[in-house]
């Protein structure tokens, strides 16, 4: 079983940046992929970003490259999601999530967090 905690969202003017966090009680964090996934009102949740268990594959939803990097720190259980340049179409709660492989459809993981908030204001 896998806790995950995500935290860092917030209220941002468009333009602005933000860093969420996403801490995974595993002591084997290692062996996981890891994502990003978000869900705007009435609609479906959507794929992000997603890095692989050595970090050395990230995968990019075509609506963030450029200006979202997704990250692992394996000393602290860690993933990370920088976001910068961001637009009111970026409003959504953020999910974290693990599994065993990377995808784009979120039944295709097997972790989730409880979500955090970002609000793009324009």
């Known amino acids: 079983q896998?806790?995950?905690?995500?935290?860092?969202?917030?209220?941002?003017?468009?333009?602005?940046?933000?860093?969420?966090?996403?801490?995974?009680?595993?002591?084997?964090?290692?062996?996981?992929?890891?994502?990003?996934?978000?869900?705007?009102?009435?609609?479906?949740?959507e794929f992000v970003a997603a890095i692989s268990r050595s970090g050395g594959s990230r995968n990019y939803a075509d609506s963030v490259k450029g200006r979202i990097t997704i990250s692992r720190e394996y000393a602290k259980n860690t993933v990370y999601l920088q976001m910068n340049s961001l637009k009111p179409e970026d409003t959504a709660v953020y999910y974290c999530?693990?599994?065993?492989?990377?995808?784009?459809?979120?039944?295709?993981?097997?972790?989730?967090?409880?979500?955090?908030?970002v609000t793009v204001s324009s």
């Open 2 to 45: 896998v806790q995950l905690v995500e935290s860092g969202g917030g209220l941002v003017q468009a333009g602005g940046s933000l860093r969420l966090s996403c801490a995974a009680s595993a002591r084997t964090f290692s062996n996981y992929n890891m994502g990003w996934f978000r869900q705007a009102p009435g609609k479906e949740r």
């Open 97 to 117: 999530t693990a599994g065993p492989r990377i995808s784009g459809y979120p039944d295709s993981w097997d972790y989730w967090g409880q979500g955090t908030q």
